[in-house]
C-alpha cells in the first residue's frame, strides 16, 4: 500500500470506540481473547497517557481518503531482558485487512519513532501461529532473534517471536 494513502493520528478519548471495534474474539484471538469493558478502559487511559508521561505514542490509522479509522499501531517502553526497550504493536480491522495497511503503518511508525527515540531497541513480540503479524515485522524491517515465552496476559505464557529494529541504524 501507498503509505500516502494512510495518516497516523494520536490516540484520542474519541478512540475508546476504535478499541472496542478491534476488542473481538477474531481480532484479539493471539492476545489473550477478548477483555473486559473494564480492562477496555484501563488500556484507553493508558494509550491516552503514553504522550503525557512520555513513555511511547499510540496512534489511529487512518483512511487519507475519507478519515475512516481502520487500526492502530503503537508503542510503549517496557523492560526486556534487564534493558529498557520499546515494544511496538499493531492492529488492522478485519474489512481492511490483506492490503496492506499494516505493514505501511507500521513502517511509518518505526520511522517516526527512530527520529525521537532515546533507547536503542524497538521489540514486537507476535505470537508463532501469528502469520499476518510476523509477516508485518518482515515488512516493517525488523530482524527476527529467535522464540521466547513471552508474558501476555499477565500470568500466561504464548511462544511467541522475538523481533528487534536498532534503531540507531535506522535513516532518519
Ligand atoms: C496482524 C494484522 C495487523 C495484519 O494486518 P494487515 O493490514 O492485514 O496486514 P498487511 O496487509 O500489511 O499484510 C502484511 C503481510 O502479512 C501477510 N498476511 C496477511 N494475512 C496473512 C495470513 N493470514 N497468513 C499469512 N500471511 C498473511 C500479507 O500477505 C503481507 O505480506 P506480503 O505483502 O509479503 O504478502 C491484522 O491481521 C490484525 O489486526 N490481526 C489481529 C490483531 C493482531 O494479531 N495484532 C498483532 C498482535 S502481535
Redesign the pocket.
Known amino acids: 500500500m501507498d503509505p500516502s494513502l494512510l495518516r497516523l493520528e494520536p490516540w484520542t478519548d474519541a478512540d475508546l470506540a476504535l478499541l472496542r471495534l478491534i476488542n473481538t474474539p477474531e481480532?484479539r484471538k493471539?492476545?489473550g481473547g477478548p477483555e473486559t469493558e473494564e480492562q477496555v478502559l484501563h488500556r484507553h487511559r493508558r494509550y491516552l497517557d503514553f504522550v503525557p508521561s512520555g513513555i511511547g505514542c499510540m496512534y489511529r490509522i487512518v483512511l487519507a481518503e475519507d478519515g475512516t479509522a481502520v487500526?492502530s499501531v503503537g508503542y510503549a517502553e517496557r523492560t526486556w531482558q534487564g534493558e529498557a526497550v520499546y515494544e511496538m504493536?499493531?492492529?488492522?480491522l478485519t474489512p481492511?485487512?490483506?492490503?496492506?495497511?499494516?505493514?505501511a503503518a507500521t513502517t511509518a511508525a518505526v520511522a517516526a519513532l527512530a527520529r525521537l527515540a532515546r533507547l536503542p531497541h524497538l521489540h514486537?513480540f507476535?505470537a508463532i501461529d501469528?502469520?499476518?503479524?510476523n509477516?508485518?515485522c518482515r515488512?516493517a524491517g525488523f530482524t527476527l532473534l529467535g522464540e521466547t515465552d513471552f508474558e501476555f496476559p499477565p500470568g500466561r505464557f504464548t511462544r511467541s517471536n522475538d523481533w528487534r529494529v536498532t534503531l540507531a541504524d535506522r535513516p532518519a
Open positions: 481480532m493471539h492476545v487500526g504493536g499493531w492492529n488492522v481492511y485487512q490483506g492490503r496492506g495497511i499494516a505493514a514486537a507476535p501469528n502469520p499476518a503479524s509477516a508485518v515488512k
